[in-house]
Structures are given as C-alpha cells and as structure tokens.
C-alpha cells in the first residue's frame, strides 16, 4: 500500500490508474537572491499577509490556534489586521505536571494585545486516558504524534469549523534547534575529519571511558557521529530507533525475513546534493520528511476527527517558494533563528514575543505514562503481549519499559510502541 506524495494528483480512467506531479519544491540553488536583506523583508511581509488573507476566505466561522509563539502569534496579528473583527483564539494547557511547558501565559499575554476571543483548555492525564480510544480510531496509520493537535482542536472545533495554524515556520526558516546543532555539527565534522588517525583513536578511547564514567552511553558514539555524513547526524535529530537498534527490537522471525527499508535510504530521495549549505539541506528534509509525512498529516488527521478544518497559511506554495531561496545568514544571523522572519513581523508583534526562545507544542506524556496512563502502559508492553503480536522481541521491549520507568529511555520511544499495539486492536484485531 502506498500514500500518494505530496504535489501529486492520482487519475482513474477506463480501469488504469496514473499519477502525475504538479509541484514540487525547489531547490535553493535555482533561485536568484533577492537584491537586498530589507527588500526580502518587506515582500516577506506582503506574501505572509496575503497567503493569510486567502486562507481567512470561507462562509463558516475562521479561528486560530494560538500558542503565543512567534508563528501563530504572526498568524492571529494578521488575521486581526485583515478582518479588523474579534478572533477567536484557542490553546492548550496542562496540570501541575506540564507546568514547565505550558505556554498559556504566553497565549494570554498575545490574546489580550490583539483583544482575541481566546479559549483554553487545560487537559489531564486522566482526560487523555478516557480519549485514547478515539484518538487511536481517528489514525489511519499508526503515529506517535498528533496527540496535542487532537486535544486543541476538539476545543476549537465546538466554536469554529475552520482554524489557521502557525505550522511551517520553523522548517521555513531555521527555527529548530537543529538547524544551528547540524550547522555546527558540520563545522566540526570537517576539522575532525582533518585530525590525525591517532588523535582520533585517543578520542575514541577517550568518549568510552568518559560515556561510562557518566552513565551516558551516547557520549561514545561522538566518534562515530563526526565521522559519518550529514544524512547520518540529521538522522539522529529525527529518528527514535537507528537502523541497528530497530533490527535488535525485531522479533526473530522478522528480523530475518523483512525486508527493512532504512530511514537514510526513505530520506535520500528528498536530498539535494547541490543544495549550498547544511540550512538549505535540512529546511529540504524537514518539508519533505518530517512536515509532509508527519505533522501535516498527523494535523489533518486528528482535527477532521472533530470535523475540523485546520488550515496552515505558512506553507503557501508562493511563500514557500520565496522562503526556499532566501540566503541561509537572512534566516540564522548571528546565532538568531528566523531573524529574518522576525525581523518582517516587527511592525505586528510585540518585542518579546520575537525574542522568545523556541519551546515548541508538547505535552506531559512522561508523566502520563508514569501515571494516568501506566495500566496501558503495562498492558501492551506486557511480555505475553508482545510474544503474541509477533512484531518485537519481548525482552528487547521489555528493557526499553524498565529504562523509560528508570528515567533512562525517552518517553517517545515507548509510546510509539503503546501507539502501534493499540492501533493493531483498533484496526487489525
């Protein structure tokens, strides 16, 4: 079975089925810069008004989601300024276990600038456990995401039937910590690469004593990391399992008989090898790969469960092809992520919400886990679950739950299990 790509439009004609692409995203390298950093910010500006002003277009009531970031922020500014009426705004919130990453103070702060209509819903464990199920049924494939983008759009879809949503920005513009991580990653890359084969080798010593010296075993893989190519680190910001710990996690039979299809090997289709520089390279692999296949899909998934029509102005096919050919140093100046994004919403939004530090749309799914959510946890990671499913080795499992419960594994690594266990039930059993 096979999705039809992004870009593409599928006929059935007298019994035959053909695909065509109508668009696709191009390279950096085939577009002319703009002549100057001022005259990219103003048609910057013009395109993010107007793509914002067409997705407002529709004869039933139009929301926002609002977390009080720079992007949906930039989206419910404009959305005021075009309509010149009263925006209903919508966000989550959590308990006193998320309070780390609860953005609601931050959506307040934006609501009351631009007098937003604005709701919250504040979401517990015990309210997610209850929803499982439909969260689970609304997927027609399994993911470990698309949780968050449930819970606020069955908020929002009790007042509006169409939200916008600030999606798009971070992989249009350098807003994700690892573009600078990788663009540094590759800088040392290329010293390491130049280093003496001793040097080398004392540093490989050196990051196995040190990684069991501090209990931190990915320490001892640096070695490798800086040896590898950029695929193999941007790799390594997106995957939860790499090919050699997936093929572990197989039960016998199937480690043996699938015929794997690696990440780097799904990811190399989406490269660019004349792309100028590591910007260019990963804002390419983040619309292509985790965008495309994950957030916009997961987004449209789990909002259409609420009859819900979610709408992101950022990814305007125009804007997109404007953002793409923008100099890398326009969109990370001097350490500053979407400076130049920023820099064009300056007469729209408040100083501090431009300089707030990227935080991103998560949930208290750790604690979750530990608690409102342990019993299913327990319940599909339980050995003689696993045994019967047939897909993983029970013990390979079993220690990913006992390193998650003992703080040593990520959540998301177990709740993509949990996920995968409860889909099957849904759809398969």
């Not at 075009?82 to 925006?87: D, E, F, N, T």
């Not at 995957?239 to 015929?259: I, M, Q, V, W």
């Not at 750790?366 to 045994?387: C, I, K, Q």
Request: with cysteine.
């Amino acid at each position: 079975m096979q999705a039809l790509l992004p870009g593409h439009s599928l006929t059935w004609q007298a019994g035959r089925v053909s695909v065509q692409q109508y668009w696709d995203l191009p390279a950096t390298h085939t577009h002319g810069k703009p002549a100057d950093y001022e005259e990219a910010r103003r048609e910057l500006h013009r395109l993010l008004e107007e793509s914002i002003r067409l997705h407002m277009i529709a004869d039933v009531p139009v929301g926002a989601f609002l977390s009080g970031g720079m992007d949906s922020s930039a989206v419910v500014a404009l959305m005021t300024r075009i309509s010149g009426a009263r925006l209903k705004t919508f966000s989550v919130g959590f308990q006193a276990e998320g309070r780390q990453i609860d953005e609601r103070s931050f959506a307040r702060q934006v609501a009351a600038r631009y007098d937003t209509d604005h709701a919250e819903v504040v979401v517990d464990g015990g309210q997610v456990a209850a929803q499982l199920a439909q969260f689970v049924r609304a997927m027609d494939q399994p993911t470990g995401d698309g949780l968050n983008t449930f819970l606020v759009s069955q908020a929002a879809a009790q007042h509006v039937k169409v939200a916008l949503s600030g999606l798009g920005g971070d992989e249009l513009f350098a807003g994700y910590s690892q573009f600078r991580y990788l663009q540094q990653a590759d800088g040392l890359a290329r010293w390491w690469q130049h280093t003496p084969r001793w040097l080398q080798a004392a540093a490989r010593s050196g990051s196995r004593l040190v990684a069991a010296a501090a209990g931190r075993p990915a320490i001892a893989g640096v070695p490798a990391w800086l040896s590898g190519d950029f695929l193999s680190r941007y790799l390594r910001t997106r995957t939860l399992f790499d090919e050699d710990h997936k093929l572990r996690l197989y039960a016998g039979k199937l480690r043996h008989s699938a015929n794997v299809v690696g990440s780097s090997d799904a990811l190399t289709a989406y490269c660019d090898a004349n792309e100028p520089n590591v910007i260019a390279k990963v804002t390419r692999l983040e619309l292509k790969g985790y965008m495309a296949h994950m957030l916009l899909r997961d987004t449209d998934a789990m909002s259409m469960a609420h009859s819900l029509e979610v709408r992101v102005p950022l990814i305007d096919h125009q804007l997109v092809e404007f953002a793409v050919g923008l100099p890398a140093e326009w969109k990370m100046r001097g350490g500053r992520p979407k400076a130049i994004l920023a820099d064009a919403l300056a007469d729209v939004l408040p100083p501090a919400v431009l300089a707030r530090r990227k935080q991103g749309f998560e949930i208290p799914l750790g604690s979750w886990l530990r608690n409102e959510l342990r019993t299913v946890l327990e319940d599909t990671l339980a050995p003689a679950t696993v045994m019967r499913r047939g897909l993983f080795d029970a013990q390979r499992a079993a220690a990913l739950h006992a390193d998650f419960l003992a703080g040593r594994g990520a959540y998301m690594r177990v709740w993509a299990l949990v996920v995968l266990e409860l889909w099957q039930r849904e759809y398969l059993d």
